[in-house]
């Protein structure tokens, strides 16, 4: 061939990594023993018998390529090898045919009317992972089979699809309406938990926008209330710890950040509302203590009419703190602040 073979073999080398069509990787081998294959072109052409040429294939490693060849009915594409294998449209002609032969099964899948053919085909996609093509079948066959089992197979998996493709909201909604089409299932609980764990693993991180929390930890809750006995329920609850200690941070730092811009009534409240929202909060002590800071702080910016309560709420959250927290490494601290606020009571 006056096309360096070289060339031709670096050229499909860089295309392998990104393709898994069979017939560009066969391509690929037939490139390396281009010179062989040449033999074999002649050979047709001279008329030799197809047993003959097949076994010289078969001492060349090559049987395996032409089998495969003409299974994917690429025989005439030797001819056209010989044609243009002078010219520099060879391997473009070479790689469009390949991936037409690729595609060609599936694009005819989508348009036969064969819904038993589509389904098992679906039903094989979705076992390889390869979930888009799986996913594209089921949205065409899901009307067809709507009211049989397989119809509720096809439901199942097309949430699994979209979980899978990392869809978390589109899939936790096909999760949830497969529960509520199909609720004596016995798939029925599984799915109402993964309707709660996909917007658990959509809810971003602390300083962004919670809304997606706060649906997780309602849906994670009415799973638990409608499966209290479930095996699931130890999980779901370990999930919902996890979403309130997000929530938790998101509003410490807030209260914090208040804090730090000696907005301090903000601060105060923002404190307050953690405190009920998270009465088990493990950030207690440290939050008393920065309430009694803000606390003696905005009474020393107040008007005189305000100072007297707001002197009163620091001590008051001291003495909390105290009691609560007898060995607190705050107090020693904290012990000029309440001095001075009763200083500041006194006169």
Same mark, same amino acid.
């Given at each position: ?11 499909y ?20 023993f ?8 002649l050979?047709? @052409?001279?008329?030799r018998?197809?047993y ?7 001492r ?15 025989t ?7 044609? !243009? ?17 690729c595609?060609s099964?599936?694009?005819?899948l989508?348009?036969? #009317? ?11 996609? @979705? ?5 888009t093509?799986?996913?594209?079948l !089921?949205?065409?066959?899901?009307a067809? !089979?709507?009211g ?10 097309m949430?699994?699809c979209?979980y ?13 309406k ?9 798939? *029925? ?5 993964m309707?709660?764990y ?7 991180r ?15 809750q ?15 609850n370990?999930?919902i ?6 929530l938790?941070q998101?509003d410490?730092?807030?209260a ?10 903000? *601060?105060? #409240?923002?404190f ?7 009465p088990?909060?493990e ?12 606390? @003696?702080?905005? *009474?020393e ?12 709420s ?6 909390n703190?105290?009691y ?10 904290l012990?000029?602040?309440? *001095?001075?606020?009763r ?5």
């Open positions: 061939m006056k096309y360096k073979v070289n060339e031709l073999f670096h050229f080398i860089h295309l392998l990594p990104h393709t898994s069509c069979p017939a560009i990787i066969y391509l690929y081998q037939l490139v390396f281009a010179h062989y294959v040449d033999l074999i072109i050979g047709i @052409f001279e008329g018998k197809i003959e040429l097949i076994w010289q294939a078969n060349l490693n090559l049987k395996i390529i032409f089998k495969e060849f003409n299974r994917l009915g690429c005439f594409f030797l001819y056209f090898c010989r044609m !243009f294998q002078k010219t520099a449209f060879f391997s473009l002609i070479i790689l469009v045919m390949a991936l037409g032969s595609k099964t599936y694009q005819k989508l348009k036969s #009317t064969d819904q038993e053919a589509k389904y098992e085909a679906a039903i094989d996609y @979705f076992e390889k992972k390869n979930y093509k799986a996913l594209e !089921f949205d065409l066959l899901q067809v !089979f709507r049989t089992s397989k119809g509720e197979e096809i439901s199942y998996r949430a699994y979209y899978n493709l990392e869809d978390y909201i589109v899939a936790s909604y096909y999760f949830k497969h529960a509520q089409t199909y609720p004596l299932s016995v798939r *029925a609980e599984e799915c109402l938990y309707n709660a996909c917007y658990f693993l959509d809810s971003p602390y300083s962004l926008d919670q809304s997606n929390t706060l649906e997780a930890l309602k849906e994670l009415a799973f638990i209330d409608l499966y209290p006995r479930s095996s699931r329920v130890a999980e779901a370990n999930l710890d996890e979403l309130r200690a997000k938790e998101k410490y730092n807030i914090i950040l208040f804090y730090k811009m000696r907005d301090y009534m903000a *601060a105060i #409240t923002s307050q509302n953690l405190l009920k929202r998270f088990d909060t950030r207690r002590e440290e939050v008393l203590n920065y309430m009694t800071l803000a606390y @003696f702080e905005f *009474a910016r107040s008007i005189p009419e305000k100072r007297r309560e707001r002197y009163e620091a001590i008051e959250t001291y003495n703190l105290l609560q927290y007898p060995e607190s490494k705050y107090l020693k601290s012990e000029p602040v309440q *001095a001075e606020s200083k500041k009571l006194s006169n």
